[in-house]
């Protein structure tokens, strides 16, 4: 069997307080689809109204034979890293069978902890996507021995802590330059 190459995958969880949904969501989502940006692995949306009831839903862009193979790559790589080669066989086949009972990712569980969490009246989504547009980029990076040191997301409210931190230590730089007064006598 040839080794299937997945893009780089991204685990997000995203929370709505007071959500106000309009389809906007699922326009930007639908839109980079479709332009083969990214592939919906898995989503889990969560809403609890304002009495505290709880609805669910969850999408994928994944066939049931794909959905079978990225289980089995999946538990193959986790059971690797558990059990070396046989952990892997092992993980193979259970990731396998559970993506093939329309189990892997979530479970009933994992929402459930999920609806426990969020205030009334919220929502959350959770979503695992894969980045296709950087499939051929991991496999030069492969190619040419590349390994992951480090990896992260820059958001704007990161980079406002950033300025914020750095601020704070030039203004103490700034108190250290300044020179002392003489004691008073």
Known sequence: MAEVMYGPMQLLVIGFPN????GQIRRALGS???EGIIRLIDLRFVYKDADGN???MEATQLDDEERERFGAAVGALIGLGAGGAEGARKGAETGAMAAAQQTFGMTEEDVQRIT???PNDSAAAVFLIEHLWAKDLKQ???DANGYLIAQGMVTPEALVMI?????EAAE?????KKPMAAPAR
């Open 163 to 167: 300025g914020d931190a750095l601020r």
């Open 19 to 22: 959500p106000d949904f309009h």
């Open 116 to 118: 426990d969490a969020i």
């Open 172 to 176: 103490g730089a700034e108190e250290e």
């Open 54 to 56: 709880a609805s669910a």
């Open 140 to 142: 030069a990076l492969r």
């Open 32 to 34: 980079v689809m479709e």
